[in-house]
Nanobody, 124 residues
C-alpha cells in the first residue's frame, strides 16, 4: 500500500527555517519523480519543487528558488524540503506527491498519491 507521510511543519517567524520530511512506503522513491506542492487558504494548489529519479536534478518554482532545497535519502525512502528565509507568503499546507509512472515526470496536478500534508505558518 502506497503511503506518503509528511512532517516537520510548524510556526516560524519570518526569516526562519524549517525542514519538512516525507516518509514513503509501499514503493521506492528513487524510481519515481517526486514533488512538493502547497496550498494556502482560499488559494489554488501551487507547485513548489520536484526531484528526478536519480536525485541529481531538482527544480523549483520562482517563488522559492534560492530559498528552498529538495533532497532525497534513498536508504530511508524519504524526501526532504529544507526551507530558509521563510516569508509570510510561504504559509500553507505542504504536501509531497508522486508522479504516477515510474521514471517519468508529470504535471503537479497529476500526481497519483499525496500525503495528508503538514502545516507551515510563517508569522511574527
Amino acid at each position: 500500500q502506497v503511503q506518503l507521510v509528511e512532517s516537520g511543519g510548524g510556526l516560524v517567524q519570518p526569516g526562519g527555517s524549517l525542514r519538512l520530511s516525507c516518509a514513503a512506503s509501499g514503493f521506492t522513491v528513487r524510481n519515481y519523480w517526486m514533488f512538493w506542492v502547497r496550498q494556502a487558504p482560499g488559494k489554488a494548489l501551487e507547485w513548489v519543487s520536484s526531484i528526478n529519479i536519480d536525485g541529481g536534478r531538482t527544480y523549483y518554482s520562482d517563488s522559492v528558488q534560492g530559498r528552498f532545497t529538495m533532497s532525497r535519502d534513498s536508504a530511508k525512502n524519504t524526501l526532504y524540503l529544507e526551507m530558509n528565509s521563510l516569508k509570510s507568503e510561504d504559509t500553507a499546507l505542504y504536501y509531497c506527491a508522486r508522479c504516477p509512472r515510474p521514471g517519468l515526470p508529470c504535471s503537479y496536478d497529476l500526481g497519483d498519491y499525496r500525503g495528508q500534508g503538514t502545516q507551515v505558518t510563517v508569522s511574527s
